[in-house]
């Protein structure tokens, strides 16, 4: 299980890291109505309340058809 875990965080670091990219380069990843953007100055908070909702409910499907006992 700590191997599924491990796997888990450098998907999510790779797409964290792949998403910074594309941003810079103008494109807009991971991007639903629900987010929470705060810009101030040239300090930029983005907080994925939607996106984290969706992936939530896409895991728990996945991990409830394949794990199920």
């Given at each position: 299980m700590s191997k599924l875990f491990f796997l888990l965080a450098v998907i999510f670091?790779?797409?964290a890291v792949l998403s910074g990219l594309f941003e810079q380069v103008g494109?807009?990843?991971?991007?639903?109505?629900?987010d929470?953007?705060?810009r101030?100055?040239?300090?930029t908070f983005f907080f994925?309340?939607?996106t984290?909702?969706?992936l939530s409910?896409?895991?728990?499907f996945l991990f409830n058809l394949f794990f199920r006992k």
């Amino acid at each position: 299980m700590s191997k599924l875990f491990f796997l888990l965080a450098v998907i999510f670091v790779f797409l964290a890291v792949l998403s910074g990219l594309f941003e810079q380069v103008g494109l807009k990843l991971f991007r639903l109505p629900g987010d929470i953007i705060i810009r101030k100055g040239n300090i930029t908070f983005f907080f994925p309340l939607a996106t984290s909702i969706v992936l939530s409910l896409v895991f728990t499907f996945l991990f409830n058809l394949f794990f199920r006992k």
